[in-house]
């Protein structure tokens, strides 16, 4: 018996980075598997890594910024598994420049994946996990949820935007049984944080290193609520 056996674990942005990393470790703990991201090529390579270890898999390719796409997302994940465990939004976009230089798409596109989708995958999740009295919402939020700099402010605003909405939410859902938890990395060697030729990538955070954090509050006995993970790799500032 592992942690999560019989868990159904949706994960947005699995193909790569961060989600991929979670997906895996996830699945290593007995979980089946819904994974989203829009590339169908690099989820069926992970679904069938996650079927050879013999775990259930449904592969979604979705664009979310696309409510329509949720919406189907949604109803196939409850078509094939009958419930939803834990959601775990983790797909992200960023856009850095000076503010003067960001675009008006590039808004939309930021806060439609970043905010947007995780509103309605969470309306979508939910009531079935508040009828259940269990259930768990994760959310890779950032220390830019926190923290701001210089050529970060849609980025920041999007991240911070997702913080508030899960404290509300935790504090909403308290005494329902589903909890919520933001976990705020800061650099993290994946596509979107650079994995560049960079001089110190090699001290970035993992992906890897996300993952257990997110795993370690689903499996908290069920009294205790983690609200908030904040993580740095030693090299950065803070
Ligand atoms: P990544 O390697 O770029 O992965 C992003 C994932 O999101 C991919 O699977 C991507 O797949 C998916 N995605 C992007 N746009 C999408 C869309 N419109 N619809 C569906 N899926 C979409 O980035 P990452 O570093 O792993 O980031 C994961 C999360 O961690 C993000 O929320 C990010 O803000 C957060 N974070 C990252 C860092 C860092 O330094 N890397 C630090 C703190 C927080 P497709 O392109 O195939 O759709």
Redesign the pocket.
Known sequence: MTQLDDKIVLV??????????ITLRFARAGADLVI?????E??QELGSEIRAMGRGCLIM??????PA?IEVLARQAFEQFGRIDILI??????FWAPVTELTLDQYD?MF???MR?VFLLTQAVLPQMIERGNGHIVN??????RWTYPEGTL?CA??FA?LGFNEALAKELRTTGVRVTA?????????????GPQTWEKD??S?ED?AELAFQAVTLPPHAIVTEIVVWPRAEAF
């Open positions: 947005t942005g699995a193909s790569r980075g961060i989600g991929r990393a989203v991201a829009r590339n169908r690099e989820l390719p979705t664009d979310l910024r696309d796409q939004n983790n797909a992200g976009i960023g596109e439609c994946v970043n989708a890779i939020a950032s220390t830019s949820s980025y999007s991240k997702l976990v705020c990395p800061g650099q993290v060697n994946t596509y979107l944080g650079g994995s970035m955070l992906g996300v």
